[in-house]
């Protein structure tokens, strides 16, 4: 078996040990003689995995119990639309746009209510976090709204922002168990599963309770919050494959020590990274240091041939989808959970290599 080493924003690597206990459950789910896909999301089987999945999320992330856990579908993206047809009761809402996803989220937030974007980075490429607190919210504004980690330029809000008592809304789809998360600071914190979390096509919401039941009368009963929170998040039939796998995901941070553990694995892991681009003549990170992201890591050399050599260089190594977003060029290295360090080390390597060669 040859696996490669995938630096995929997303879809992205999982956990080995995930894949195998999948693989070997896979045709006989707990003596049950069918595999997860197959079971009734109405049977007591597929009840234990939700509810499993479910304990052990709130266990890891340690989630108060005045906040609802949803599994939802349809990505982060139709978050964009949940989150101001549920929370903004008097159609007001402050938004610090960031990247290409917060942008995203601004401008469904447009189509239902009056959204104001209070801080943004675009002038630079999104290669920086605005400064932002409460002196800037819109008086009366019912959230604001900030991108946690800008999975395509690679900033993460390494300081919280004050914004008082303000509820604050965070898009974490590419952060999501890579630290500790202290939910009081949030109302309602979304991400889609793909990133760092498990399969595509589950998106978890952790919501408070009290923000529930206060959706606009358009909104469909699919998007309102509330019919999940009610339903134990099988309103209908719910991404049941999805939710097992990211149930053994909860598990293999559990048994690596949790989420502290797993974010001390990725100070380590990304400090390699950067430590490289900062003493490299030919790499360079595009993000300030201050607001480095410890998920996704942009990284140039100046020249469209050297990346364009490199991307394919690297490919031919087992170092995959090292190609970044277009709106960067250059290269980009998502090194996530399921990302081991000998494969960050892998790509140190080669770029060590590749340097020698190519100057
Ligand atoms: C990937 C991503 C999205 C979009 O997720 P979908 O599940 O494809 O809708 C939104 N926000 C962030 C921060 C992302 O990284």
Redesign the pocket.
């Known amino acids: 078996m040859s696996r490669v080493y995938n630096f995929s ?2 879809p992205s690597m999982l956990p080995l040990e995930v894949l195998k206990k999948a693989q070997e459950e896979m045709l006989d789910m707990g003596g049950s003689g069918q595999s997860v896909m197959e079971m009734s999301h109405r049977s007591p089987e597929f009840q234990a995995v939700i509810d499993k999945a479910e304990a052990t999320f709130r266990e890891i992330m340690n989630v108060p119990d005045n906040y609802k856990v949803l599994f939802l579908q ?5 978050q964009f639309a949940m989150v101001p047809l549920n929370l903004a009761v008097s159609k007001c809402a402050d938004y610090v746009t960031t ?1 290409q ?1 917060a942008k ?2 601004f401008a469904e937030a447009k189509r239902f209510i009056t959204a104001n974007e209070i801080a943004s980075s675009a002038d630079k490429t999104f290669s920086y976090l605005p400064e932002v607190d409460k002196s800037m919210l819109t008086d009366g504004a019912d959230y604001v709204h900030i ?1 946690y ?4 330029y690679g900033t993460h809000f390494n300081t919280m922002p004050d914004f008082g008592d303000r509820t604050v809304v965070t ?4 952060c999501i168990l890579s630290e500790e998360v202290d939910f009081t600071k949030f109302g309602l914190v979304y991400a ?1 599963a ?2 760092n979390m498990g399969p ?1 096509g589950v ?1 978890v919401v952790v919501v408070r309770e009290d923000l529930l039941g206060k959706a606009q009368d358009i909104t469909p009963t699919m998007l309102d919050y509330e019919t999940h929170a009610k339903n134990g998040s099988m309103y209908n039939t719910p991404p049941t494959y999805g939710i097992y796998i990211c149930g053994l995901v909860f598990e293999w941070i559990k048994n690596m020590g949790g989420v502290k553990v797993m974010h001390e694995k990725n100070v380590e892991k990304a400090n390699l990274l950067y430590d490289f681009l900062d003493n490299s003549k030919m790499f360079k990170g595009t993000v300030v240091p201050k607001d480095r992201s410890l998920m996704n890591v942009p990284f140039v050399t100046g020249s469209d041939e050297l990346n364009a050599k490199f991307v394919a260089e690297s490919k031919a190594q087992g170092l995959v989808n090292l190609k970044g977003h277009r709106t960067v060029g250059g290269m980009r290295a998502s090194i996530y959970n399921a990302m081991p360090i000998e494969g960050v080390q892998a790509l140190v390597d080669f770029m060590t290599k590749f340097e020698k060669e190519n100057s």
């Open positions: 924003a997303g349809g990505g982060a993206s139709t990247g996803w995203k989220a991108t980690n800008n999975t395509i898009d974490m789809s590419s889609g793909q990133k595509a998106t």
